[in-house]
């Protein structure tokens, strides 16, 4: 204690060095995580008539990872500021809760819009949230700072909002284009009945082919008359290189109102006819546009399928060397009609 004692004393130094065991740590419990919130997504690949196992995919994940997050935190002290880990599981809540607003969003869109806006929203989850999240982690592996793990907080909230948004403006885009295609495309839009148009799509069918009838049944006359004028079956035709004269296809229409009539029982048919009469009633037209291909693919003369006879001739197809001058086109095709064949299914 005297300060003037000038002996020699002996002097320990300890170094401590201390390396975090991050393999345990990731096989605890980052990997647990992120499995968790890889299960919410299975809902999106689930049928969407499958409410509750798509609710219970996401809502149980979200409950057990909001635990789990609990018990890690509290083996953690108290800090007023972002930590990394804080910050992956926050992440990890974020992107299982966007399941669980999808999975909400897409019943009430099919609800109101329709199966086939549903699956969209379906289809388009199952690659945004999944791809942001990959995103999300990987940016989390070069955090190395404080100031790092800070600004991916905001670049999280970020990202939700633009998924949100951008899903939404993605929806109003492919609602309008199928509301446009079953207006004007509706075979094509069917697809063989896989899935089938609901009541909300065979609506909308319904409406355009009622407009300008003041009763709410139409005569089969009336839509198979609608339908044998659609723009899409003539382009549908010319495409693999015929012509359809709709003059002679008039023709056509009592024969094919006489089958439809036969096989749905009636010759008016109102809204919910129309919903589950669709397979026999589209089939018809199907079949109608597949023996067209049939006939100019294989150049049969006289093709028939089930009784409705189309009249269908092969379209001319014309060398640059026959146009030799502007207002000669005419005459040109002229010259190339003799010597193609017509044939009729």
Known sequence: ANPCRRERRSKAVLHITVRRAISLHITSVIVPTILLV????????????????????????????????????????????????????????????????????????????????????????????????????????????????????????????????????????????????????????????HPPFDAHEMRVVFTEISKGSPDKAVGLDQAVSWLLHLDSIRDDITRIGGEVHFEELAKNQEELVCILAKKLGRSKITMEDFVWMQPVFFREFQAWTAAAHHALEKGNEDCETEGVSLAVIPKTHMKKEDVRAEGREEDAEEKGSKSDPDFSL
């Not at 219970?56 to 994940?61: E, R, V």
């Not at 991916?152 to 309008?176: D, K, Q, S």
């Open 38 to 193: 890889m299960t919410s997504w299975l809902g999106f690949f689930m049928s969407i008539k499958s409410l509750m196992p798509r609710v219970a995919t996401a809502f149980i994940s979200f409950l057990t990872l909001s635990n789990w997050s609990a018990v890690q935190s509290a083996k953690m002290p108290t800090v007023n500021y972002a930590t990394w880990f804080k910050v992956f599981m926050d992440i990890s809540r974020y992107s299982v809760f966007l399941a669980m607003i999808e999975t909400g969003a897409a019943q009430f869109i099919y609800e109101k819009l329709g199966q086939r806006t549903g699956r969209a929203l379906d289809r388009y989850a199952q690659v945004v949230i999944p791809f942001s999240y990959a995103i999300l982690m990987v940016s989390m592996c070069f955090a190395s700072s404080e100031d790092a793990v800070g600004a991916i907080v905001y670049i999280a909230a970020a990202v939700i909002v633009c998924i949100i948004v951008a899903a939404w403006a993605y929806l109003c885009w492919f609602y309008r284009d199928l509301s446009n295609a079953l207006k004007s495309r509706p075979l094509s839009v069917y697809n063989g009945g």
